[in-house]
């Protein structure tokens, strides 16, 4: 049985999955979900399961380069100035405290796929493992298979001065990510 949001492409009922260039499998260490790139019904590509998802369960951790806010700074001047096209729009950067930022633009893992939902599937959780912070989705219901993975990315409206209409259409959209 696959649920599927009304007006959201399921990649396990779309014939043409198996011609998408995009599908990579997360084959990080045991334990992680079946987790899916395909093109999102909220925004470009999102992430997706292939399996059901308890609630309470690690889903993916989000990895990246940590760079500190200063290079985080020089590097989103970089990735917006056009010289590279495929960054311009969209932001990989997770911020775990004031001085350790995930760069996950140019090396990185696919959580960097999900999408922002105001009712979201999952939440971000800071962890402590061996003196190293990391930042790992867990589940707060049970997910589907097909059904995207998704997080509040809880933006504050003065981080950025432009605001980012928000295309999650769950039922209490906030209507902007900021
Ligand atoms: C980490 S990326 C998510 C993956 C992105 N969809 C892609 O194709 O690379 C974050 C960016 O996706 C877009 N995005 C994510 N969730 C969104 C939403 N609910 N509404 C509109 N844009 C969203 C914003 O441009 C945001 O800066």
Not at 17 to 22: I, Y
Not at 26 to 46: D, E
Not at 150 to 159: A, G, K, P, V
């Amino acid at each position: 049985h696959i649920t599927v949001s009304a007006g959201v492409t399921n990649p396990f009922t779309d014939l043409r999955m198996s011609l998408f260039p995009f599908i990579i499998y997360n084959m990080q260490s045991k334990g992680w979900k079946h987790l899916v790139v395909y093109k999102s019904g909220i925004h470009g590509l999102g992430l997706y399961t292939s399996e059901f998802i308890p609630r309470g369960s690690m889903v993916i951790e989000y990895v990246g380069e940590i760079v500190g806010q200063r290079v985080a700074d020089k590097r989103e001047i970089e990735y917006h100035s056009g010289k590279r096209q495929q960054y311009k729009s969209v932001c990989y950067f997770f911020k775990i405290d004031k001085e350790h930022i995930i760069d996950a633009t140019r090396k990185g893992g696919i959580a960097r796929f999900i999408n922002h939902s105001c009712m979201p599937n999952c939440v971000a959780k800071i962890i402590s493992v061996k003196n190293e912070k990391k930042v790992v989705f867990f589940s707060e219901r049970h997910i589907d298979p097909g059904e995207e993975i998704t997080y509040d990315y809880h933006f504050n409206q003065e981080d950025e001065g432009e605001r980012i209409p928000c295309f999650c259409r769950s039922f209490s959209c906030r209507q902007y990510l900021n």
